[in-house]
């Protein structure tokens, strides 16, 4: 940074001098070859610093890389998380249709996913909460999310005799 700021104060010192002697050009013959001068100074003034080699064109490039790859990371758990979570709503809406076209109103669906490998999502369980007076049916209930979704739901039951629509 330090380099920054001493170019850029070579180039004002440089723009200044260079007005100063403008200005102080005579309107006489030499005027011409006097205006090419000042503006060759200008011009090695402007090119000299990167022609010296002193300019560090690193500027503190490891930790803007850092930085870079935190907030990456950080991206990338929070789309994971959303993911998982718009999937998971995604399998319970899908499991209470699936109930609900069968004639068996679930009080709750709960389901649980995780990332197999970049390629797949897994249901780790699905969770139905029958009502009580639904008791008779949790066999039927299992075997259709079983058979629309490849794993055998955990069947519990509430209190409430009626279900959601129910009394």
């Not at 005027?31 to 100074?41: D, E, S």
């Not at 009080?107 to 797949?120: L, N, S």
């Amino acid at each position: 940074m330090d380099t920054v700021r001493s170019v850029a104060a070579s180039l004002c010192v440089t723009l200044i001098a260079t007005g100063i002697f403008s200005m102080l050009l005579p309107n006489a013959g030499w005027n011409r070859f006097a205006k090419f001068g000042v503006r060759l100074f200008l011009l090695l003034s402007l090119v000299s610093p990167f022609l010296s080699g002193n300019i560090d064109w690193d500027l503190a490039a490891a930790s803007y890389q850092t930085e870079a790859d935190a907030v990456r990371s950080a991206l990338s758990e929070l789309s994971e998380r959303q993911l998982l979570e718009t999937f998971a709503a995604n399998l319970e809406e899908s499991a209470r249709e699936t109930l609900e076209s069968a004639g068996i109103v679930p009080d709750k669906i709960a389901a649980a996913v995780h990332i197999a490998d970049e390629q797949r999502i897994d249901i780790t369980a699905i969770e139905i909460t029958l009502p009580e007076g639904q008791r008779a049916r949790a066999e039927e209930a299992a075997g259709l999310i079983s058979e629309t979704f490849g794993m055998q739901p955990q069947i519990l039951f509430s209190g409430n005799l009626g279900g959601e629509n129910g009394g």
